[in-house]
């Protein structure tokens, strides 16, 4: 089991007025990450997380807009119910945009978080590592940037999160085809009235409906037993490939350990956090300002953000069987999957979903093919893994599901199809907020 523990790390030697773009960027960057490690703390649930990646880097893009609105113009009119800020020249006046950036990524997650708390630290060392050399105010800095979190909290209030513990208590359906809760805890589901909270750019959670999944069928001539059959053999067959592939994308926070009669949580990203962590890469990699970072990772959020709003909203309405529970049924009642079944629904795969709405977004910003490694799950005891495009990181994390146990192949091509769709969505509807990058190849 990972042990976890937030890293504080000291930024007196790394910032300064006059620092480099990248160190800027890499800053952001890192900053991201600590939020990311409180997330992984809190076992923030996928939805949950996207949710939280999306507020958080959102007040970072509209703190910039306030410095540069003609170059990154606020999303005031681009996405639902936000009516902007309300901030005057004199507030601005004496301030320092890079300092309230970073300032406001953490200032942002200390009041989503559960344990949002812990970041304070964090940001009192950002603050402190701009003293010495800052020739702007400093209080005026910080105080702008509390205006601003206490604004985008009112919008984020309003998304109708807070009504969901009153909505009716999930009851599971009577029949064979339904949602079970699986091994080993049988935990509740999650988040299933996910779809009643506001998307930013979709018109509803039912904008992108599926097809209806293959229905339930026993008989072995039938479209889903050959389905559930596929699952079952990959179990028995999958390369070592397959099963590395498998295990990179599992980013599962409710995995648990048995041992005997023990049991532990195996503490993991969330798939949003994954993709969160490739934008840190190739941003850092194609040595993108600050600002440029802050713009890409503002888009990644907010597509992965309604692409699981979409996704949920598909899971509870078509309710269906996990393959856990049908091969164990049907198949070989000790059968296991190699990844750990998550707690919810099996159709449309989430993954898929959030992986290609991703991939869709970056590589619209990116324009050309960029290869990348990915080292998001070294820190998990799992290698580096090369790709050529991001569209080929979003295929293998769609096909993962597969592999590991734990989706059937309509789930997997139906989130797809799901995911580039909202990702388009998004592409056309913020328009210029979402044009290409300007690249320094090294």
């Known amino acids: 089991m990972r042990k976890i523990g937030i890293t504080f790390f000291l930024l007196i030697c790394v910032i300064t007025v006059n620092a480099k773009k990248s160190s800027l960027t890499e800053q952001y960057i890192h900053n991201l990450k600590q939020v990311t490690d409180v997330m992984l703390n809190d076992v923030a649930s996928p939805v949950a997380a996207s949710r939280y990646y999306a507020y958080i880097t959102m007040a970072t893009y509209e703190i910039q807009s306030l410095y540069y ?11 639902n119910g936000y009516n902007g800020l309300n901030i005057s020249n004199e507030q601005l006046f004496q301030t320092d945009g890079n300092l309230a950036v970073l300032l406001g990524i953490f200032r942002t997650a200390e009041k989503l978080l559960p344990s949002g708390y812990i970041l304070k630290i964090s940001g009192d060392s950002v603050f402190k590592a701009f003293r010495p050399a800052l020739k702007k105010d400093l209080f005026k800095t910080s ?17 109708r999160f807070n009504t969901l513990n009153n909505m009716p208590r999930y009851v599971l359906k009577e029949g ?3 949602w079970q809760p699986t091994p080993p805890v049988f935990m509740s589901p999650i988040e299933p009235h996910w779809n009643k909270v506001r998307p930013f750019f979709l018109d509803s959670a039912q904008q992108f409906k599926v097809q209806p999944p293959t229905p339930y069928d026993t008989l072995p001539s039938s479209s889903f037993y050959k389905q559930v059959y596929e699952v079952y053999a990959y179990g028995q067959k999958a390369t070592k490939e397959e099963q590395d592939i498998a295990n990179f994308w599992d980013c599962n926070p409710f995995a648990v350990q048995q041992i005997g009669h023990i049991e532990f949580g195996l503490k993991k990203i969330s798939p949003g956090g994954h993709w969160v962590g490739i934008g840190g890469i190739v941003t850092r990699q194609t040595d993108l ?17 309604d692409a699981f709003i979409a996704c949920w909203d598909e899971k509870y309405r078509s309710n269906r069987i996990r393959p856990e529970t049908v091969i164990r049924r049907l198949i070989d009642p ?9 707690p919810f629904p099996e159709y449309v795969s989430g993954h898929s979903v959030a992986s290609n709405a991703a991939a869709e977004v970056l590589t619209a910003l990116f324009v050309s093919p960029l ?11 799992l290698p580096i893994r090369n790709f050529t495009s991001f569209n080929q990181a979003a295929s293998e994390a769609s096909i993962s599901r597969l592999y590991g146990g734990i989706h059937y192949r309509d789930a997997i091509e139906q989130g797809i199809w799901q995911g580039r769709e909202v990702a388009k969505f998004m592409i056309t509807k913020l328009g210029v907020i979402c044009r290409p990058v300007y690249i320094n190849r090294r």
């Open 69 to 79: 609105p003609e170059k990154y113009p606020s999303l005031k009119g681009y996405i």
């Open 143 to 159: 105080k702008l940037v509390d205006s601003v979190v206490k604004q985008i909290m009112i919008y984020v209030r309003a998304d």
């Open 176 to 178: 064979g085809g339904y």
């Open 289 to 305: 300002d600050l600002h440029e970072t802050v713009r890409v990772h503002t888009l990644l959020s907010l597509v992965l953000a």
């Open 371 to 381: 290869p990348y490694k990915d080292d998001t799950e070294v820190e998990f005891g």
């Open 334 to 342: 000790r059968w296991k999957p190699l990844l750990q079944t998550p």
